[in-house]
Structure formats: C-alpha cells, structure tokens
C-alpha cells in the first residue's frame, strides 16, 4: 500500500481537496480541540499531504503526523515545514516515549477489513491516555471497492466501506465511549461521490 501511495503523493497533494475548504470537518476538528483541552501528544495517523496536522498544529495542540508513505511525508514537509511528520504506521504508536491523549484518522483506516479494522481501533484503545479521544473518518456503504489506476499511476489500493451502525459497534466493542457522530454527503467535485461519517469516540476509563 505503501507504494501505490509514493506513486501519486506528488498529484495528489497537488490535487485533493485539504480540509480548509471543507467546513464540516473543519466544525468536527474544532470540536476535537475543544475537548482534548492542553493534552497531548496527538498523532495524525496517515496524515497525507498533512493539511490535518497543521490544522491542529495552528489549533495549538502537540501534533505530529505519522504515514507509511514516505513520498506523503516528503509533500508534507514541503508544504507545512513548521509542523513534526514521521514515516511510520498505528502499528508503531506502542514504541513512542509518550502515549497519546488523542488521536486522528482522517479516511486513513479505510483500507482495513472489518478484522483488522476492529484490531486496529482495540490498538489505538490500548495506546491511548486514560480519557483518551478518537477522530476517525470513513466512507459510508457496504462492501469494497478495488483501484488499480489512480492519476495515472498503476496502483493496487482496497477501499473498504462501513456503515454508521457497524462502525458504531466496533468502536464500543473496543472499549470506546462515542461522543459525536456526523454523517454528510460529498461536496460536489471536491470528493469521491460516497457519504462520510466522523465518530468523535473517547477512551473509557
């Protein structure tokens, strides 16, 4: 996966809609800092081009942004030079020196199978500072989708899809108490033509 996303980081940094133009998310990340107050650290966690990160990083808060591409992260330092980016996956969160009192995935988790999905938010569960918080954002549907172009580029991505009830779910089952839910359409010819859905979950003690 790592690769199919080093081979389109430069277009899609060029390309892709950043969060400065999407009100609704900017409402739900408003939301997020509100209520993490002055803890931190917060992981961007498959930050892309990092238009999240610096977000939060103007917010105020101790953010860093974490991807397994490598190429991201280099568009990402190029274009927000003031704020920390890593190489790196959810899988290395265990091994940094400070647990996390909050963290963010913005469409970062949906190329994980309902399993591996359900193990990664048990991961971030486990990671996270008791009263902890959870952002993450999904496309609402069922099934997967298959992409093996994408700019041009030959790519092999999977792009899974949750319902608002079965994300619920997983996230109670991981030990997560859900204190926001947001589902929206697509904002015409900026996004994919699927709706989303933002789950603001915390920690529970």
């Known amino acids: 996966m790592a690769d199919s996303y080093d081979a389109v980081a430069q ?7 950043g ?3 999407k009100p609704l998310d900017l409402a739900f990340l408003h939301q997020f800092v509100q209520r993490l107050g002055r803890r931190g650290p917060v992981f961007d966690i498959g930050c892309g081009p990092g238009d999240v990160t610096r977000y939060l990083h103007d917010a105020g808060v101790e953010v860093e942004g974490i991807d397994i ?5 280099a568009e990402a330092r190029r274009a927000h030079p003031q704020v920390a980016f890593s190489v790196g996956g959810f899988a290395d969160l265990g091994e940094r020196p400070k647990a996390p009192a909050g963290i963010v995935a913005f469409y970062s988790l949906i190329h994980l199978p309902p399993s591996d999905l359900q193990e990664a938010f048990h991961r971030f569960r486990r990671n996270l500072q008791p009263d902890g918080l959870l952002l993450v954002a999904f496309h609402v549907g069922d099934g997967a989708t298959q992409v093996d172009e994408w700019f041009g580029k030959p790519v092999s991505l999977t792009g899974y899809f949750f319902s608002p009830a079965q994300l619920s779910e997983m996230l109670k089952e991981a030990g997560f108490t859900i204190d926001s839910t947001l589902i929206r359409p697509p904002y015409p010819e900026m996004e994919f033509p699927s709706e989303r859905i933002y789950l603001l979950a915390r920690s529970e003690a």
């Open 19 to 21: 969060v400065d133009r």
């Open 69 to 73: 591409s490598a190429a991201m992260i």
């Open 11 to 17: 277009a899609y940094a060029a390309s892709v809609a």
